[in-house]
T-cell receptor
Framework: QQKVQQSPESLSVPEGGMASLNCTSSDRNFQYFWWYRQHSGEGPKALMSIFSDGDKKEGRFTAHLNKASLHVSLHIRDSQPSDSALYFCAASEQSNYNVLYFGSGTKLTVEP | EAAVTQSPRNKVAVTGGKVTLSCNQTNNHNNMYWYRQDTGHGLRLIHYSYGAGSTEKGDIPDGYKASRPSQENFSLILELATPSQTSVYFC????????????FGPGTRLLVL
């Protein structure tokens, strides 16, 4: 069983809309979380990290972490067609934060 | 921007053959990683390294070996390739300090017949 679960598997939003992606874990040792984005034919690229409870905003992207429920979300405001990609949530333990466990991804399609 | 390159980009191998995938990074990062990506599984860690001469087992190391001869280079070796190892393989590098964001290469698509 994967340690990191993502939902939904796929998501379609209109251009200019809000996309919301979710990630949960069953491992209470996880303390650090990342969101990575992968465009077709490319390697994943880090979007943002979040290590503390609450919100973290970077431009149109906002991540929210609730360590008590081991839930992290990513919200993309004013979605653009270029945001269409596979989004991965990743988590690591405090004892070995270099080792990332990835979810299976959410495929986001932004329709013009 | 971090630079991680992989070779070859595509590889066709025969069952039982030896395959070596190479990775080079010019970021002077201490840590390097090998993942495989399969539909429905996301990215799974095979081996990683904290520096030249070191290799560590990740989540799915069986059937794979790794070699880190220098800071810049990290290889993944399949001594006896099997069709179940058909996948897309990604190498990444990361800085051990402050959170270790990982920078990925473009991937190698491996087909084992």
């Amino acid at each position: 069983q994967q340690k990191v679960q993502q939902s939904p598997e796929s998501l379609s939003v209109p251009e200019g809309g809000m996309a919301s992606l979710n990630c949960t874990s069953s491992d209470r040792n996880f303390q650090y979380f990342w969101w990575y984005r992968q465009h077709s034919g490319e390697g994943p690229k880090a979007l943002m990290s979040i290590f503390s409870d609450g919100d973290k905003k970077e431009g149109r992207f906002t991540a929210h972490l609730n360590k008590a429920s081991l839930h992290v979300s990513l919200h993309i405001r004013d979605s653009q067609p270029s945001d269409s990609a596979l989004y991965f949530c990743a988590a690591s333990e405090q004892s070995n934060y270099n080792v990332l466990y990835f979810g299976s991804g959410t495929k986001l399609t932004v329709e013009p | 921007e971090a630079a991680v390159t992989q070779s070859p980009r595509n590889k066709v191998a025969v069952t039982g053959g030896k395959v070596t995938l190479s990775c080079n990074q010019t970021n002077n990062h201490n840590n390097m990683y090998w993942y495989r990506q399969d539909t429905g599984h996301g990215l799974r860690l095979i081996h990683y390294s904290y520096g030249a001469g070191s290799t560590e087992k990740g989540d799915i190391p069986d059937g794979y070996k790794a070699s880190r001869p220098s800071q810049e280079n990290f290889s993944l070796i399949l001594e006896l390739a099997t069709p179940s190892q058909t996948s897309v393989y990604f190498c990444a590098s990361g800085d051990a300090a402050g959170g270790d964001t990982q920078y990925f290469g473009p991937g190698t698509r491996l087909l084992v017949l």
